[in-house]
Nanobody
Framework: QVQLVESGGGLVQAGGSLRLSCAAS????????MGWFRQAPGKEREFVAA????????YYEDSVKGRFTISRDNAKNTVYLQMNSLKPEDTAVYYC????????????????????WGQGTQVTVSS
């Protein structure tokens, strides 16, 4: 089992940047596929980005491509989400998630494929 703790959220003006971090407990972090999801008020939790266990493959939701970058440091048991050119519609609680499943195709983008979740960190983008 892995425990996930997000940090780095906050209030930022439109066009600004934030970097979210997700620290994971446990010795097997490098074997987990990792993802970021977000949930805005009154909306379903949606996929944002994912990275493979070794860091070699990344996946993004269309609206964040070119603005967000996911990365991981397996030596530090941490996954990051660099968010640039933020927009008010990026306002949400951002959740880190880990998967022990064999991921391919649409599984990367599917909430139920992720087994462990953090508590979330609030990101608010003002216009």
């Amino acid at each position: 089992q892995v425990q996930l703790v997000e940090s780095g959220g906050g209030l930022v003006q439109a066009g600004g940047s934030l970097r979210l971090s997700c620290a994971a407990s446990g010795r097997t972090f490098s074997s987990y596929e990792m993802g970021w999801f977000r949930q805005a008020p009154g909306k379903e939790r949606e996929f944002v980005a994912a990275v493979s266990s070794g860091g070699g493959s990344t996946y993004y939701e269309d609206s964040v491509k070119g603005r967000f970058t996911i990365s991981r440091d397996n030596a530090k048991n941490t996954v990051y989400l660099q968010m640039n050119s933020l927009k008010p519609e990026d306002t949400a609680v951002y959740y880190c998630a880990a998967s022990i499943n064999f991921m391919y195709g649409s599984r990367w983008y599917t909430r139920k494929e992720y087994d462990y979740w953090g508590q979330g960190t609030q990101v608010t983008v003002s216009s």
